[in-house]
Every structure is written in C-alpha cells, then in structure tokens.
C-alpha cells in the first residue's frame, strides 16, 4: 500500500489500487464464493472472517479503492445505492429528526416519507440550497443528520457541502452526501467536511448498467460507523461474489468514463439550450444555472453528466410541453428510453411519468444520462426527434 502512496486518483482507480492476488500473482483478483470460513482448532475464527452475510474478501479491494478515492478512513459496499442510504438511516434512533433535501432521487425519498417516517424518525423535506432554510429547520439537539444530494435529480439542484456540514458540525449533527452524479473525479466530500458519502455504485461507478450496488465512505471510523457496518450484516445487504468483481472492473475506467460523458453533456447542453424548442437546459455547468457559483466551488474539472432539457409546447399544432417531451423521447434511436443513469450508454427518460404525483419535475421535463458515444450523434438524435416534435401530424 505504502507504494501507491503518492499516485494520483486516475492510477489508483486503473490499477485498482495496484493489489496482486498473494497466492497466485494474479494481477486480477478471484472471486471468492464461500459462504462459510473455516474456524481454527481452539474455536477462533483468526482470519476475521466467519460467515458472508456480514462481509466477504470480495469487497476488500474495492472498499479500499473507494475509501482511498474519496479520501475516507473506510467504505462498505451494499446489494444496492437504497441499502446503502437506508442504512445511515437505520442506525439512528426513532425520535430523531433528519432534515433532508426536497429534491431527491424519488425512491428514497418515497422511504423516507413512508418507513423511516413510520418507524420513529421525524423526516424534515428541506430546499437544502438554501442555507437559511436549512439553518431555520435546525432542531438542537435533536437532529442528527442533514441528507443532502448534490447535484440533485432530476432538477440538479446544487448545495453547499462545506457550508452546510459547518452547520451540522455546529448543531452536533452529521453530514451525508448522495455524491452519485458528483462521483469523486469531480467532488470529494469528505474534504469539504462531509461526514459520510453515499454512491449508488449502479450508476457511475459500475458504469455499465449491468450491476446493482451501493456504497458508503466515512469520514471516521466512529460508532455511527460501526452501527452502519452490523446492519449491513444482520440484514444482509450484501453485495454478491459476481457483482463485486464487476464493480471493481468498473472503476477501473471511472475516470475517462465520467471525464468524457461530462464533456459530452458540457457541450450538449450548450447546444441545446440555443435549440429553438427548447425551452429551458437545467445544467450546473451552464452559466445562469442558478447553483452554478457554488458547483464551481466543489466540483472540480466537470459538472457531471446529467441535464435536463424542458421541451418547449407548439401552439399551433395543440401539443403542449408535455406532450412535446414525451414525442422527443419516443422518436430517440441513440438514445435509449430507460430509467437509470451513469452507464456507457445515453438514457432518456420523461421524469414526471414515472414519478407520479408530487414530482417537482414539470410536465415537460426529459432527463438525459450521457454517455460517451460521439457527441455529435447524440445531438443529431435529439434533434431529428425534437423536428418530429414539433411538426404537424406526427403525435
Ligand atoms: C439510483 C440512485 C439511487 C439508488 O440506487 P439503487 O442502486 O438503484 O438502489 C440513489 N441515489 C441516486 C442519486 C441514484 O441515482
């Protein structure tokens, strides 16, 4: 380990922090399948491992790489990004009272409104982009947790990391960062003062839409931590054996993956932002984005690579803007309509449709994932279905 000391991110993530398999000098580690470790003669179990439904050999590296990538004191994957959310959660008390952000991806907001709030937990819905606001919902000594998500589904709403864990510091509160869309090529929030990070690693950190799995990195290895790490074992919240290997081949390629679907959606958005039916690009990296200052001071070299494009209605052929988006979607080839994001491959999705009632998407918002196809075939494709669109008798 002492090697890697000095490298830079990019060469920790490609080389998977440089581990060779001790027993074989395989340069690519095996996949362990046991469920069961053997324990030594005098009943100990030395090798610290005794069952899989609490940890595996499987996730070493990759817990490891992860931790070194985002600077943390330890990481712990889990079975998905709402397992590894539920559980920061799950290891506080009911009664407590967690300020979250308004915006947020959908499912775990649903949970929070729904179990976490029936299982004791007072959950305060916060525009966490407002520092007042969030200052104001403070309750001394009772909250115990500001969740924030940055930038935010699927209207990309940017909060401040290192003023808001200087609020929770103050009010003796933790801070945790759902850094999907971040990822650590761009945003490290633990050295903004985060306390734990949050990755659905289904999305960028995987990278190929073909693995479900979530993530956690602390900033202390704490009791907090450690209640973390026994729900993870007694629910078993596990990531599997395949999974793990193919989370960790994933990471490998994180940074020129992200690093070229952010170039691709920087340039996306300021070409369609001028498109004639268009009628609003929600994209931190654009400048009147209204959490663009702050986005520049905690994303570094990038703003990721989802955006949203709101599509502008045709009066004079009675579609309005919802109907506009939903024709854009359905007249994509490149792009796929598919929920998810963070994959190789582009996604398009009509937002208010799958979120249903109370979504603050409006009607004729498209969600973009982009991925690393040629950008001019995905500008190409969006606006031959924008043209369809928007032409008489095509809907
Ligand atoms: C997908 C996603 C999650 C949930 O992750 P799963 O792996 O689907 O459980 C949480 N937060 C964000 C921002 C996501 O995009």
């Not at 300021?270 to 929600?282: D, F, K, S, T």
């Amino acid at each position: 380990m002492t090697t890697t000391r000095h490298l830079s991110p990019e060469s920790l993530a490609a080389q998977a922090l440089g581990w060779v398999d001790e027993t074989t000098r395989a340069v690519v580690p095996p996949i362990h399948v046991s469920t069961t470790y053997l324990r030594d003669p005098d009943n100990q179990y030395r090798s610290g491992r005794v069952y899989s439904r609490a940890d595996s050999p499987n996730y070493n590296q990759p817990e490891a790489l992860l931790a070194r990538l985002e600077k943390g004191a330890g990481a712990l994957v889990f079975s998905s990004g709402m397992s590894a959310a539920s559980a920061c959660f799950l290891a506080l008390t009911p009664g407590d009272h967690v300020i979250v952000s308004r915006v947020m991806y959908w499912s775990l907001r649903n949970w929070l409104l729904t179990f976490a709030t029936h299982w004791g937990l007072k959950v305060e819905l916060v525009d966490t982009d407002r520092i007042d606001a969030v200052k104001a919902a403070i309750r001394p000594g009772y909250t115990k947790l500001i969740w924030i998500e940055t930038p935010a589904n699927p209207l990309w709403i940017i909060s401040d990391i290192a003023a808001l864990s200087d609020l929770a510091y103050r009010a003796g509160a933790r801070l945790a960062v759902d850094s999907t869309c971040a990822t650590p090529v761009f945003t490290r929030p633990i050295e903004l003062g985060a306390d734990i990070v949050m990755h659905a690693a289904t999305k960028y950190l995987n990278g190929h839409s073909d693995v479900i799995a979530g993530a956690l990195v602390a900033a202390r290895d704490d009791d907090y931590w450690q209640r973390i790490r026994t729900i993870r074992g007694q629910l078993g919240t596990v990531l599997g054996a395949l999974e793990s290997y193919l989370l960790l081949r994933g990471m490998r390629t994180l940074f020129p993956r992200v690093r070229t679907a952010s170039a691709n959606a920087q340039w996306l958005a300021e070409r369609l932002a001028a498109h004639p039916g268009v009628e609003a690009v929600l994209y931190p990296g654009l400048p009147d984005f209204a959490g663009r200052a702050v986005a520049a001071k905690q994303m570094r070299g990038g703003f990721g690579a989802m955006l949203s494009v709101r599509i502008k209605p045709n009066a004079d052929i009675g579609v309005n803007g919802e109907q506009a988006a939903v024709a854009v979607a359905a007249n994509t080839t490149l792009w796929k309509r598919a929920t998810s994001l963070g994959g190789v491959e582009s996604l398009i999705e009509h937002r208010a449709s799958v979120e249903g009632a109370g979504t603050p998407a409006p009607p004729d918002l498209l969600r973009l994932s982009v991925g690393i196809e040629a950008k001019e075939d995905l500008l190409a494709d969006l606006e031959q279905a924008l043209a369809i669109a928007h032409r008489r008798n095509t809907i």
